[in-house]
């Protein structure tokens, strides 16, 4: 089965500066991969997908790249805000299944 | 529209009782999941829905884990004989369609079940 590594436990960053997640995978790559976006209490939010021949996709402040070599995604938050503070999952698909990450705690400093 | 409701938002058992967990889907979705997802976890699979059938349960953890969604719709998870290893948040997501491997219809979660086993 695939194994998912999400960068550090938290992450702590300045307001309008960029943050940067990390996924890696190990085993084959998917067919697209997705990032999530969780809030306390609540259920996963789809932010992203990225597509395996795609290198990089954006969306408003959000961009995400797909290294297949690498077997990795970066997930890019730029001109950070304190709303964004919450944590990142990212997920990947193997058959009918999805297989997420442990998810990154950002926190948005003021 | 609404979007994918779960009931209840709190179950309290205790040890080798029984829990019925419910879906409701967003309308017109076929595609229907179940994760659990422990404390500083991401959600874990469980099941998978297309329609009415069950098309992927290699996710249940074990023969006391047991879905339905008998009509398409509304999906109960049902957990018998709980164990406290049991206690997470159970969630449930849904999609338009899943029609093949390689789909790319996102999924819409629910707020999530808090099952606490004592």
């Known amino acids: 089965s695939q194994k998912i590594e999400q960068n550090s436990e938290a992450l702590n960053i300045q307001e309008g500066k960029t943050a940067t997640l990390t996924c890696n995978y190990t085993n084959y790559s998917p067919a697209y991969l997705q990032w999530y976006r969780q809030d306390p209490g609540r259920g996963p939010v789809f932010l992203l997908l990225?597509?395996?021949?795609?290198k990089e996709k954006r969306k408003e402040r959000l961009k995400v790249t797909f290294d297949t070599t690498l077997k990795q995604s970066l997930f890019h938050i730029t001109a950070s805000q304190p709303a964004d503070s919450a944590t990142y999952l990212c997920?990947?698909?193997?058959?009918?299944?999805?297989?997420f990450g442990t998810g990154t705690s950002l926190t948005v400093i003021p | 529209g609404a979007g994918v409701s779960q009931t209840p938002s709190n179950k309290v058992t205790e040890k080798g009782k029984y829990v019925e967990l419910r879906c409701d889907p967003i309308?017109?979705?076929?595609?229907l999941y179940w994760y659990r997802q422990s404390l500083g976890q991401g959600p874990e699979f469980l099941i998978y829905?297309?329609?009415?059938?069950?098309?992927?349960d290699s996710g249940l953890p074990n023969d006391r884990f047991f879905a339905v969604r008998p009509e398409g719709s509304v999906s109960t998870l049902k957990i018998q004989r709980t164990e406290r290893g049991d206690s997470a948040v159970y969630l449930c997501?849904?999609?338009?369609?899943?029609?093949?491997?390689?789909?790319?219809?996102?999924?819409?979660f629910g707020p999530g079940t808090r099952l606490t086993v004592l």
């Open positions: 829905f297309q329609g009415t059938g069950a098309a992927d």
């Open positions: 997501a849904s999609s338009l369609t899943r029609s093949s491997l390689t789909s790319t219809d996102t999924q819409y």
């Open positions: 990225i597509r395996e021949n795609e």
């Open positions: 997920a990947l698909n193997t058959g009918n299944q999805f297989y």
């Open positions: 309308s017109g979705h076929t595609a």
